[in-house]
């Protein structure tokens, strides 16, 4: 993929005589998904931040959860001429289209926090969590903690046909497979949210004996577990304790709900993706050498035996 020369030779002599403040503005657009969780809302923060940090001028647009709202904006974008696209794709077929087009009109495209099933040569790099691995650190803290005990689990999955689902789900399989003490007895999506995570997570309780018969609860997301744990407390269950919860992000919320002791373990998902991308990019417009297919954030796990309060602490300013 080419980019264009005169532009980036502009850039990168401007920087070099002026600094990067007085640099020839890169102008980026960036399609986000909408802002479904507390996670997402921080991505679009720390996203706008790192943009106005190195000088880019951001156009944002807001999908709504929808692929045909990001598909008209990256059409939008191409239109207007931008250096560079930020795609976090809503799920992950049916990008072939569009993304030949900003490629035949020289534009980089750089996905971020979610995967595509799409030719490589259609974008510069993937900067995203191993989100297979995700699951299976979720589901070998579960195997840990319960050990040989009998375990119905339910899940909360993710936006149907996103890459988080699609790969947390595998990841988790993974992590109990061939354990017989161990089966998902209910799995349905709820959409990351919130609101659809408790509702969701009603059913499953009036669905297994009120609770009694649910040992854990697996959620692709914390604000979906957030709503689960809700829901348990509705149904007059101690989450945490009754009914143990595991989930993705490490947002601020579940933080709080591991120190009331409601929450049990999170895995880690960082809201700065556009930090490496911006420098992927940058290096790229620099050296013309393009970077890793993939750029890999970490998927740390955190416990109650972590000081749930300080760790929420320290997330202060990344976004949250
Ligand atoms: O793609 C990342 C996922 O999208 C986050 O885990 C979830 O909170 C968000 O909606």
């Known amino acids: 993929m080419k980019f264009k020369t005169a532009l980036m030779s502009a850039t990168v002599f401007a920087a070099c005589m002026f600094g990067s403040a007085q640099a020839a503005e890169l102008v980026v657009g ?22 106005k940090k190195r000088g880019i001028d951001l156009k944002f647009a807001d ?12 059409r939008s974008f191409i239109a207007q001429g931008v250096n560079a696209i930020l795609l976090a794709p ?11 087009e900003a490629k035949e009109a020289d534009i980089p495209v750089i996905l971020l926090d979610r995967t595509i099933k799409a030719p490589e040569d259609l974008y510069l790099t993937a900067v995203t969590s191993d989100q ?20 119905n689990i339910v899940e909360l999955q993710g936006t149907t046909g996103s890459s988080p689902a ?45 609770g009694k018969d649910i040992c854990a609860l697996y959620a692709h997301n914390d604000d979906m577990a957030v709503g689960g744990i809700q829901a348990i407390k509705e149904a007059g269950l101690k989450p945490g304790k009754d009914i143990l919860v595991v989930s993705i992000d490490s947002v601020p919320d579940i933080f709080k709900a591991m120190e009331a002791g409601e929450a049990n373990a999170t895995v880690e998902l960082t809201p700065n993706m556009a930090g490496p991308a911006f420098d992927a ?5 620099k050296d013309k050498k393009a970077p890793a297919k ?12 972590d000081d749930p309060k300080k760790v929420y602490e320290s997330k202060k300013g990344l976004g949250y």
């Open 166 to 210: 699609i790969a947390r789900k595998k990841g988790f399989e993974e992590a109990i497979a061939g354990k017989s003490n161990f089966k998902i007895v209910r799995s349905q999506t709820g959409d990351f949210t919130r609101t659809k995570g408790k509702e969701v997570m009603e059913s499953f309780l009036k669905a297994e004996n009120g």
């Open 90 to 100: 809503v799920v992950e077929t049916g990008w072939d289209a569009v993304l030949k």
């Open 63 to 74: 999908a709504q959860q929808k692929q045909e709202n990001q598909i008209k904006a990256i």
């Open 294 to 305: 993939w750029i890999q954030t970490e998927s740390k796990l955190y416990t109650q035996a």
């Open 30 to 51: 960036f399609s986000q998904i909408g802002s479904e969780s507390g996670w997402r809302a921080a991505e679009t923060t720390v996203t706008k931040e790192e943009a």
């Open 281 to 285: 990019l940058d290096a790229y417009l």
């Open 132 to 151: 297979v691995h995700e699951g299976k650190v979720a589901g070998d803290w579960l195997v840990k903690t319960v050990a040989d005990k009998k375990c």
